[in-house]
């Protein structure tokens, strides 16, 4: 019998939907996220955000993926909402940073994907610029409506991702959105020709890694070949940390994580 794929949850949204003569709410992930997973050897389940249930979801989990999607509730990282913002779903940012807190416990691998390299930001007490032309941002961030972009980044040739995809590369992109004030314990290793942070890392964790673009739209399989090869590591990843130990906030600083030793 051939060895399964590690599973991989795969964060989704709560949107008003048509089909045939049916308009409901129905809970949405774009499907390409779905493929590029599968494509990498992983088994894709679509996460639903339900209120309290994040950290037993983490537990059936193998690998994390933070998918785009609406704007993050100004709420989370203290600033008022602005007139461009989207109208926030705090379901869904409640779900996914409590995914965070329990991937960080269990060392679970994480991509993080447009909206995700956000909710990374914010969880580690890190602040957004609501709307990138008021900072004289591009506008080859946004892209087309409805569609993708595409702009070149520069990576830290010293990052993880630095190492696994070059010095440079074209992206696909759609976001007005990005990082403003870094979060704690969080390394940039990406930008884009304005300056704008692209790329996010934590060398302190196993493997939690963020990025601006949409690498599900491309053509370039190999972050999620590399979050479904982490997933696959992670016992060996976990067997180095001291026995019992668990990654918490830190009690001085909500944006730090330490571990607690038993």
């Given at each position: 019998?051939?060895?399964?794929?590690?599973?991989?949850?795969?964060?989704?949204?709560?949107?008003?939907?048509?089909?045939?003569?049916?308009?409901?709410?129905?809970?949405?992930?774009?499907?390409?996220?779905v493929?590029?997973?599968?494509?990498?050897g992983?088994?894709?389940?679509?996460?639903?955000?339900?209120?309290?249930?994040?950290?037993?979801?983490?537990?059936?989990?193998?690998?994390?993926?933070?998918?785009?999607?609406?704007?993050?509730?100004p709420?989370?990282?203290?600033a008022?909402?602005?007139?461009?913002?989207?109208?926030?779903?705090?379901?869904?940012?409640?779900f996914?940073?409590?995914?965070?807190?329990?991937?960080?416990?269990?060392?679970?691998?994480?991509?993080?994907?447009?909206?995700?390299i956000?909710?990374?930001?914010?969880?580690?007490?890190?602040?957004?610029h609501?709307?990138?032309?008021?900072?004289?941002?591009s506008?080859?961030?946004?892209?087309?409506?409805?569609?993708?972009?595409?702009?070149?980044?520069?990576?830290?040739?010293?990052?993880?991702?630095?190492?696994?995809?070059?010095?440079?590369?074209?992206?696909?992109?759609?976001?007005?959105?990005?990082?403003?004030?870094?979060?704690?314990?969080?390394?940039?290793?990406?930008?884009?020709?304005?300056?704008?942070?692209?790329?996010?890392?934590?060398?302190?964790?196993?493997?939690?890694?963020?990025?601006?673009?949409?690498?599900?739209?491309?053509?370039?399989?190999?972050?999620?070949?590399?979050?479904?090869?982490?997933?696959?590591?992670r016992?060996?990843?976990?067997?180095?940390?001291?026995?019992?130990?668990?990654?918490?906030?830190?009690?001085?600083?909500?944006?730090?994580?330490?571990?607690?030793?038993?």
């Amino acid at each position: 019998m051939a060895e399964r794929g590690p599973v991989i949850g795969i964060t989704a949204s709560e949107l008003t939907a048509t089909y045939g003569d049916w308009t409901e709410r129905c809970t949405l992930v774009p499907t390409d996220y779905v493929r590029a997973v599968a494509r990498a050897g992983g088994i894709p389940v679509v996460l639903a955000a339900v209120d309290g249930a994040a950290r037993s979801v983490a537990d059936h989990l193998d690998g994390l993926v933070l998918t785009g999607g609406t704007d993050v509730d100004p709420d989370v990282f203290g600033a008022p909402r602005h007139p461009q913002a989207q109208r926030p779903d705090r379901r869904r940012d409640r779900f996914e940073l409590d995914l965070l807190d329990a991937a960080a416990d269990g060392g679970l691998p994480v991509l993080a994907i447009c909206r995700g390299i956000q909710v990374v930001n914010v969880w580690r007490g890190g602040t957004l610029h609501q709307h990138l032309p008021d900072v004289g941002a591009s506008p080859e961030h946004l892209g087309p409506p409805g569609g993708y972009g595409t702009h070149r980044v520069r990576l830290d040739p010293a990052s993880r991702l630095g190492a696994l995809l070059g010095a440079e590369l074209d992206v696909p992109t759609h976001h007005h959105q990005g990082i403003d004030r870094l979060g704690s314990g969080l390394r940039a290793c990406g930008w884009s020709g304005d300056g704008i942070v692209e790329a996010l890392d934590d060398p302190e964790l196993p493997f939690l890694v963020a990025v601006q673009w949409h690498p599900e739209a491309g053509d370039d399989p190999r972050l999620f070949e590399r979050l479904v090869e982490a997933a696959r590591d992670r016992p060996a990843a976990l067997a180095g940390r001291h026995p019992g130990a668990k990654v918490a906030r830190s009690p001085s600083d909500p944006g730090e994580l330490v571990e607690e030793h038993p």
